[in-house]
């Protein structure tokens, strides 16, 4: 039975085998890159916000990766000549950002990411992903809505 035959399993059966098989095809495909999911996506936020503190790449990766993990990869960035420390953002804590060669890295990367994602959106317009988007935030605002105000699930 294939996969689209299956519409009686429920939404977390959906999003966690999605979850695992993207985690699964970024890590194969960025093999040869050295490179994991966790470690794709702290490049890539340094490569989008430009110089940011450790608590802020945190805030994004939270849900992957534990705070111990993300020093162990901007050690690894760092260690490989991607990624440098900046001095002091805003908050007085260290900034970090790509450096030259990170930079050049990341371009290279990217372009094995974009294949990734082209064969994990095969069959699916942006309409599509941007309601898959907006439904998941949905649910995880009434989540975190009614978790906030202390309620109880029944």
């Known amino acids: 039975m294939s996969q689209t035959q ?3 399993l429920p939404i977390g059966y959906w999003l966690k085998q999605a979850d695992n098989l993207i985690t699964e095809h970024i890590n194969q495909a ?3 890159n050295g ?3 966790s470690d794709w996506q702290v490049l890539n936020t340094l490569a989008e916000a430009g110089p940011i503190s450790k608590e802020q790449i945190f805030t994004f ?3 992957f990766i534990s705070a111990s993990e993300l020093e162990n990869i901007l050690t690894s960035l760092i260690e490989r000549g991607w990624a440098e420390a900046v001095g002091q953002d805003g908050d007085n804590s260290i900034a970090f950002q790509l450096s030259d060669e990170g930079r050049q890295q990341h371009a290279s990367i ?3 990411q974009k ?3 082209q064969q994990a959106m095969q069959g699916i317009s942006e309409d599509e992903y941007a309601t898959v988007v907006r439904v ?3 649910i995880v605002n009434n989540l975190e809505t009614r978790q906030s105000a202390g309620s109880k699930f029944s």
């Open 136 to 138: 998941l935030q949905q």
């Open 35 to 37: 490179l994991s999911r």
């Open 115 to 117: 294949e990734v994602r």
């Open 6 to 8: 299956k519409p009686h």
């Open 61 to 63: 990766m939270r849900t």
């Open 30 to 32: 960025q093999a040869a």
């Open 110 to 112: 990217l372009t094995v």
